[in-house]
Nanobody
Framework: QVQLVESGGGLVQAGGSLRLSCAAS????????QAWYRQPPGKQRELVAG???????NYADSVKGRFTISRDNAKNTVYLQMSSVKPEDTAVYYC?????????WGRGTQVTVSS
């Protein structure tokens, strides 16, 4: 089992920055991939950014150049640095981890961007 706990969400003005954290615990060895997803109000969950165990990253087109995913292996924590945020970034942000073909999810953290 892998437990994921997100933190760092909140209210931010458009154009501002926010950093989300996702702390992993439990059986965390051989996690293949970690990612951030988001679910805007009334919409489906979508991929924001992912990072493989080797460090390769990928991003949704809507956040490229504005968001950065990174990982601190010593702290078992993945981060999402959000910059130049827009009202359309408002969503519940979820952390996910893929390990041995099973995906684990955190409970999510709300990010609200005011215009």
């Amino acid at each position: 089992q892998v437990q994921l706990v997100e933190s760092g969400g909140g209210l931010v003005q458009a154009g501002g920055s926010l950093r989300l954290s996702c702390a992993a615990s439990g059986i965390i060895f051989s996690i293949n991939r970690q990612a951030w997803y988001r679910q805007p109000p009334g919409k489906q969950r979508e991929l924001v950014a992912g990072i493989l165990s080797g460090g390769t990253t990928n991003y949704a087109d809507s956040v490229k150049g504005r968001f950065t995913i990174s990982r601190d292996n010593a702290k078992n924590t993945v981060y999402l640095q959000m910059s130049s945020v827009k009202p359309e970034d408002t969503a519940v942000y979820y952390c996910a981890a893929l390990r041995e073909a099973q995906t684990y999810w955190g409970r999510g953290t709300q990010v609200t961007v005011s215009s």
